[in-house]
């Protein structure tokens, strides 16, 4: 199994499709870093009471997550319509 096409025999890397690649990668792992900060300072009270989660902040949650990629997906559509309108005409 390759990864990037790394190890497919003679072929040759592009690596413009690797940065590429990696941009996509941070800007996912952001994502999730922003999406775990804000869920936790929304949903979790310090000092922690408990070992595990409570049935409220279990709760809270998975609504905040489920709001945070809710609207990363209509973000996402509004800016690529956005970029549609922007684009030169062919």
Do not use: W
């Not at 690797?18 to 922003?34: C, D, G, H, K, T």
Request: proline content about 4%; glycine content about 6%.
């Amino acid at each position: 199994m390759s990864f990037f096409g790394i190890g497919k025999g003679n072929q040759s890397v592009n690596p413009q499709n690797i940065a590429m690649a990696e941009q996509e990668v941070e800007l996912s792992v952001e994502i999730f870093n922003r999406m775990v900060s804000s869920c936790h300072k929304k949903c979790i009270a310090t000092p922690y009471k408990e070992a595990e989660l409570t049935k409220g902040e279990s709760v809270c949650i998975d609504r905040c997550v489920a709001k945070y990629f809710e609207s990363s997906k209509v973000l996402g559509e509004h800016m690529k319509k956005i970029g549609e309108q922007n684009a030169p005409p062919q």
